[in-house]
């Protein structure tokens, strides 16, 4: 149980482009998910949290226009890198929490790279 | 000032030599300690969640333990598959924080056969 789905895997793209990335959770309801960055050798860092029909709350330095979050169901978060450029390459990585005092599950991560 | 820290940072064993990884952690209002596997290139994988001093949580090889201050993930004899990186993350009470971790930095563990 408490499998995260996160896809695509790995997206290559043009400087400029934007990109979106999925987080499901298969098997259980998520009240909360999460989406985290990291860097090579470095653990992870988290960027936003969102709830299921509200904003998202992003963490300090983290650019709102720069990584959109929708939270439009209990199973579905989706980021969306817009107008990506090299410095926006990273491993993104989602979780989901079913509800308070449980523990956040992970999908695979999604390496981006930006040319 | 680093609110969770790992140690040690890389850690290497023989098979079947036995050991502990490190997670101390500085702030108060603990609701809960989290250790996660690593894989490369993956996610975390859950492994155990902690919420009071003296708890203790087994699965198979591994055995995390939690004091005030510190949890300890222990293992006992492992195997060349046990090597990958083990992060700790604490959640404290931060009102609407939603339930976020903070996570260490992680200790990379090396099994040789």
């Known amino acids: 149980g408490a499998v995260v789905s996160q896809h695509p895997s790995w997206v290559i793209c043009k400087s400029g482009t934007s990109v979106k990335i999925e987080c499901r959770s298969l098997d259980f309801q998520a009240t909360t998910m999460f989406w985290y960055r990291q860097f090579p050798k470095q653990s992870l860092m988290l960027m936003a949290t969102?709830?299921?029909?509200?904003?998202?709350?992003?963490e300090q330095g983290v650019e709102k226009d720069k990584f959109l979050i929708n939270h439009a169901s209990l199973t579905l978060s989706t980021l969306t890198v817009t107008s990506a450029h090299p410095e926006d390459s990273s491993f993104y990585i989602c979780s989901a929490r079913g509800g308070a005092g449980q523990p956040q599950h992970f999908g695979d991560g999604t390496r981006l790279s930006i040319l | 000032e680093d609110q969770v820290t790992q140690s040690p940072e890389a850690l290497r064993l023989q098979e079947g030599e036995s050991s502990s990884l490190n997670c101390s952690y500085t702030v108060s209002g603990l609701r809960g300690l989290f250790w996660y596997r690593q894989d490369p290139g993956k996610g975390p994988e859950f492994l155990f969640t902690l919420y009071s001093a003296g708890e203790e949580k087994e699965k198979e090889r591994l055995k995390a333990t939690l004091t005030k201050k510190e949890s300890f993930l222990h293992i006992t004899a492992p195997k060349p598959e046990d090597s990958a990186t083990y992060l700790c993350a604490v959640q404290w009470d931060f009102g609407t924080s939603y339930g976020k971790l903070t996570f260490g930095q992680g200790t990379i563990l090396t099994v040789h056969p």
């Open positions: 969102s709830n299921e029909g509200s904003k998202a709350t992003y």
